[in-house]
């Protein structure tokens, strides 16, 4: 059951194929659950499948899901005479004793791997 804030949020969605659009609803209501990871959050393996394809399709990109919603957030703040936008910043060690993770950055040496996330919250 599809969440009503997930259609409004993302009701300029554009990802090329209606169903990729629809898979990636689904996507974000599973994920909306309380779960400690996507198995949890999905309700069967099919479930999982579906999330595992749909991440790893190289015509959907992060970029065109955080489109509208960075927009919808926009608007939402228009709503406020005020609004704090409050930064942090957190890392996140992905270091691994036998492999490297693809993508991870050096961290305060050289011998740890990850990334710095900085997050922005829009509080009313």
């Known amino acids: 059951m599809e969440l009503e804030w997930i259609e409004q949020e993302f009701s300029d969605l554009e ?19 309380m779960a400690d990871s996507p198995p949890d959050a999905c309700r069967g393996k099919a479930e999982l499948a579906a999330m595992y394809r749909f991440v790893g399709n190289p015509d959907t990109q992060a970029d065109m899901i955080l489109k509208p919603h960075n927009q919808a ?12 936008l409050a930064q942090d910043t957190s890392l996140i060690d992905l270091t691994k004793p036998q492999r490297q993770v693809a993508g991870a950055g050096p961290l305060e040496s050289d011998d740890k791997r990850g990334l710095f996330l900085h997050p922005m919250y829009a509080v009313s």
């Open 15 to 33: 990802l090329g194929d209606a169903r990729r659009a629809k898979r990636a609803r689904i996507i974000l209501e599973q994920m909306s659950r």
């Open 73 to 84: 957030a926009i608007e939402r703040t228009t709503e406020y005479d005020t609004v704090v």
